[in-house]
T-cell receptor, first 113, second 114 residues
Framework: GDSVTQMEGPVTLSEEAFLTINCTYTATGYPSLFWYVQYPGEGLQLLLKATKADDKGSNKGFEATYRKETTSFHLEKGSVQVSDSAVYFCALTSSGGSYIPTFGRGTSLIVHP | SQTIHQWPATLVQPVGSPLSLECTVEGTSNPNLYWYRQAAGRGLQLLFYSVGIGQISSEVPQNLSASRPQDRQFILSSKKLLLSDSGFYLC?????????????FGEGSWLTVV
């Protein structure tokens, strides 16, 4: 079945540092890939997405590129802010018959001033 | 545009009491609908999903049940809550392939069973 693996957290950074959160996946067919962000006490918000190979999703300074050859969708940001502190989830939805999306376990990001 | 709402946002219930969480989607038809639970500091656990009215699939044996009485309404219920039912409950719906099968979440409901 489909699976998503993302790096264990927490990731602790100083403000203005470069961020990378790794995400790799296994899936049949051509899945769509997503990053969601969850701020404390809130639901999950769609951060960015990519629906085909080599697509780059971007939003709020975050970027991720759909790499089919390495089955990866790593999240990056050039300069993090304290307000980026949250939990980040990598996810995929299958292009096949599965109705069930697949989520990673989430990576907590803590940004210090 | 499409929106999703769930309520109540917060509730505190005694052990053994019933539960009803409601989720409604607007601006789309025949969505796939999902209920997730998230324990404190943990990932998402899929509880139920539905691909149509009256069609419910259960992913994990639970003290919970789900119903879909209308196309865009999804209800999570329990007849008798347990302490272990405490957590953050999230409703979600899946867009069509044209939107990349994107999953959209509601605001979440915090349940504390005491």
């Amino acid at each position: 079945g489909d699976s998503v693996t993302q790096m264990e957290g927490p990731v602790t950074l100083s403000e203005e540092a470069f961020l990378t959160i790794n995400c790799t996946y296994t899936a049949t067919g051509y899945p769509s890939l997503f990053w969601y962000v969850q701020y404390p006490g809130e639901g999950l918000q769609l951060l960015l997405k990519a629906t085909k190979a080599d697509d780059k999703g971007s939003n709020k300074g975050f970027e991720a590129t759909y790499r089919k050859e390495t089955t990866s969708f790593h999240l990056e940001k050039g300069s993090v802010q304290v307000s980026d502190s949250a939990v980040y989830f990598c996810a995929l939805t299958s292009s096949g018959g599965s109705y069930i999306p697949t989520f990673g376990r989430g990576t907590s990001l803590i940004v210090h001033p | 545009s499409q929106t999703i709402h769930q309520w109540p946002a917060t509730l505190v219930q005694p052990v053994g009491s019933p539960l009803s969480l409601e989720c409604t989607v607007e601006g789309t038809s025949n969505p796939n609908l999902y209920w997730y639970r998230q324990a404190a500091g943990r990932g998402l656990q899929l509880l139920f999903y539905s691909v149509g009215i009256g069609q419910i699939s259960s992913e994990v044996p639970q003290n919970l049940s789900a119903s879909r009485p209308q196309d865009r309404q999804f209800i999570l219920s329990s007849k008798k809550l347990l302490l272990s039912d405490s957590g953050f409950y999230l409703c979600a719906w899946k867009g069509q392939a044209i939107s990349g099968n994107t999953i959209y979440f509601g605001e979440g409901s915090w349940l504390t069973v005491v």
